[in-house]
């Protein structure tokens, strides 16, 4: 079983950006690939990024293809969210997520695919 815990969230101006932390409980390099979430209130929670256990292979939504990247530091157990060229349709609470890994990536945007669940970080985008 892993946890994973999030930070970095804030408010910023439209344009501006921010980097989201998502630390793990013990080192998941290689034994569980990760992800981020993203909910407004009153929809699903709608995958954002993605990245497999040996940091090789990264997917991202259409909404934030080129605009964020995902990364892991096995020595911090930590992965990273880069959040650039941010817009109003960005603010939510961000998840991180953590499953074993697989080499089925059809489905990794579904949330049921993920079994470990963080608590949030909210962030806020200004126009």
């Known amino acids: 079983q892993v946890h994973l815990t999030e930070s970095g969230g804030g408010s910023v101006q439209a344009g501006g950006s921010l980097r989201l932390s998502c630390k793990t409980s013990?080192?998941?390099?290689?034994?569980?690939?990760v992800a981020w979430f993203r909910q407004v209130p009153g929809k699903q929670r709608e995958g954002v990024a993605a990245?497999?256990?040996?940091?090789?292979?990264?997917v991202y939504s259409d909404s934030v293809k080129g605009r964020f990247t995902i990364s892991r530091n096995s020595a911090e157990n930590t992965v990273y969210l880069q959040m650039n060229n941010l817009n109003p349709e960005d603010t939510a609470i961000y998840y991180c997520?953590?499953?074993?890994?697989?080499?089925?990536?059809?489905?990794?945007?579904?949330?049921?695919?993920?079994?470990?669940w963080g608590q949030g970080t909210q962030v806020t985008v200004s126009s």
């Open positions: 997520a953590a499953e074993r890994p697989t080499w089925d990536w059809s489905v990794w945007m579904h949330q049921a695919t993920w079994n470990y």
């Open positions: 013990t080192n998941t390099y290689g034994a569980y690939r």
């Open positions: 990245i497999n256990s040996r940091a090789f292979y990264t």
